[in-house]
């Protein structure tokens, strides 16, 4: 495999808490005294059957992430591991279901934790991280009612999205709809995970009822030609993550993943790596599956990064920067 260290990369679809590097999971709940040694295997990664157990799993996880100083520590190590995978943009998924139960008192105090570490990450490893407040589907409307709040009292300079993660089996996208007009209120851009789990009628209702600009994944819409066209015609871009899609058994290997597929439609896709340690990946991993599956030169990774800056919901000035970086790459 080749070493894709140095592209500089644009990533649009990473969970904070996804991120958790294992050791660091265990580290806190150690310091904690708390036992979640049953969600890990014997050499230290996390430990999974399918996608409802890795949503548990991840749950039990952040369970020890429990002040605004884990928080801290969590962005700092993901960051890290972002940058090393060269990095420069990354906009992560933030849940205040896990940072204070949603109360907006204290989501504050946990987002300027966050953002601290944030701030430090680009003195020290010049990266960007802007957020995405994001509500978690198969906890219910309500406590997305609450996490939109949160949301729109935080949109700023650094909280610039809203979306939803969480199991796509649960209700309809359209469920969430008054939490996603309240996060449009605010001024945040908006993006949803659908056609992951939930086929490519999630992608349809996610379009119709959230009117969102991105989808989270987005790929089953592969499934259904006529939306697939909307997709195109809506300009709507995808964050898709392959090896999190092969991970959870949506496809068996890289090679029948529709990424490539979709592309040569005209559909806008982009690459993350969505929970890198759970999933064995990081952005250098998913760069180099993606060249030997397909084939992919520099110049294909470098429009899929323009295609992400286009995408992201940072502000223009910001885009402008990373155009000019990636040209002079
Ligand atoms: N939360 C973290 N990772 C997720 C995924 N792949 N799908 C839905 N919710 C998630
Ligand atoms: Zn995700």
Known sequence: ??????????????????????????????????????????DGNYLFRDFTHFLSVYEAATSVLTSPKDFYRLTKAVLEQSAQNGVTYTETFLSPDFCGSANVIAWRDYLAAIEEAATEAKKDWGITMQGIVTCIRHFGPNKAKRAALCAAETAGDFIRGFGMAGAETVGTQGDYACSFDLAREAGLKLTTHAGEWGGAESVRQAIQDLNVERLGHGVQVIDDPALVEEVIDRGITLEVCPSSNVALSIFPHIKSHPIAALREMGVKVTVSTDDPPFFHTTMCREYELLTDAFNWSDADFKELNKTAINAAFCDDETKVRLLKELDTE
């Open 1 to 42: 495999m080749m070493n894709k260290t140095n592209n500089p990369k644009i990533e649009l679809h990473l969970h904070l808490e996804g991120g958790a590097p294992p050791s660091l999971i265990q580290q806190i709940a150690k310091e904690k005294n708390v036992d979640i040694s049953s969600i890990f295997s014997e």
